[in-house]
């Protein structure tokens, strides 16, 4: 059908009046200090940061003093984290696969905000499944106000093509230093060789899934089919080029391209959306350089309402599978390319 789908997006970024959630942040790498701990703090109405975890002690110790946590909250270890149960929800920011820590939070009661990829094969989603649904998916990009405006206007059955095009440099942060505001108040190949053979598979699931996140959103779907794939470029142990398409369930296509470039100076992202009306070209650099009113604070927001008002996410389990299947569907069509 046609219409647009601003109104599902707009909904979930509200941020409802309601108790201040007190949070549990687990992985405490650079995308958590550069990226979520600065945004929670700024959103102190909303969250208090009460418990961080990890590994390397030295890393939770800084991030509590910078976020007034008590040593009480703390932790190195995720199993005594969970024992602790001075949190409402819980962000786990760690790297790789977060099926296990994310089927141990859900199973404890507690809502996850849980960092891509959700894991790395379909019994690893199967667990968290089984574990809940209380799960929502970082995918930010869904949340870009430069989204929420082009849905708005966007006429899903008159889409002719979805175009997403990126360019991958090595990730570069910004150097911030950052403080927290002052307190207030008080049977696929892929099943079996495992992700780390391929990096197409990884490319998919680290950095693909926010287009495959905006392509569903225009589709109203939930998993993206792929009839046609190929990579090239890849040498030293690197990734290369990577492109792969497929039919929208409303009778258009999409296509992405996904390009690994080492001495490339800048991040880009575009995705054209090429209507029978006109074409809605939405551009995006580096993520980690972001503005107020980012999609990295709106899905906070959204969390924010998920916890407190049961809003649903846009991307949660279901979403997190799909783009496992999805991954695995690029690994078939690569094997029948060449």
């Known amino acids: 059908g046609s219409g647009s789908v601003a109104g599902p997006v707009e909904a979930v970024v509200e941020a409802v009046v309601g108790p201040v959630v007190r949070v549990a942040v687990v992985g405490l790498g650079r995308v958590a200090r550069h990226v979520h701990l600065p945004l929670l703090a700024k959103l102190d109405k909303h969250f208090e940061v009460t418990a961080v975890c990890d590994a390397q002690h030295g890393y939770a110790a800084d991030v509590a003093r910078r976020m007034r946590v008590p040593g009480s909250g703390v932790f190195t270890d995720v199993r005594s984290l969970f024992g602790c149960g001075e949190f409402d929800a819980v962000l786990l920011l760690t790297s790789g696969s977060h099926a296990a820590l ?51 206007s966007v006429d899903l059955g008159a889409i002719r093509h979805v175009d997403v095009s990126v360019l ?20 696929s190949p892929a099943e079996h060789v495992g992700p780390r053979v391929h990096w197409e598979y990884r490319a998919v699931l680290d950095s693909v899934c926010h287009d495959l996140a ?34 929208l369930s409303h009778g258009g296509r999409y296509s992405v391209r996904w390009h690994y470039l080492p001495d490339y100076p800048e991040y880009e992202e575009r995705v054209c959306v090429h209507t029978e009306g006109g074409t809605y070209d939405l551009a995006f ?4 350089f972001f503005g107020p009113d980012s999609g990295f604070e709106r899905e906070l927001l959204a969390f924010h309402s998920f916890v407190t008002a049961g809003t649903p996410p846009l991307s949660g389990v279901a979403e997190g599978t799909a783009d496992i299947r999805t991954g695995m569907l690029v690994l078939d069509a690569l094997g029948k390319s060449g």
């Open 168 to 187: 991958h440099p090595p990730e570069r942060f910004p150097q911030i230093d950052w403080t927290p505001a002052p307190a207030s108040g008080s049977a």
């Open 102 to 152: 994310a089927a141990e939070a859900l199973k404890r009661g507690y809502p996850v905000f849980c960092e891509k990829p959700l894991a790395h094969t379909l019994d690893e989603a199967a667990l968290v499944q089984q574990a809940g649904d209380r799960l929502m998916l970082g995918y930010m990009k869904q949340y870009d106000p430069v989204v929420t405006e082009a849905l708005g």
């Open 214 to 247: 905006l392509i569903r959103l225009l589709d109203s779907g939930v998993g993206v089919d792929v009839d046609a794939a190929y990579s090239w470029g890849a040498r030293d142990g690197e990734s290369g080029s990577l492109e792969f398409s497929g039919p």
């Open 285 to 288: 650099g580096n993520p980690y």
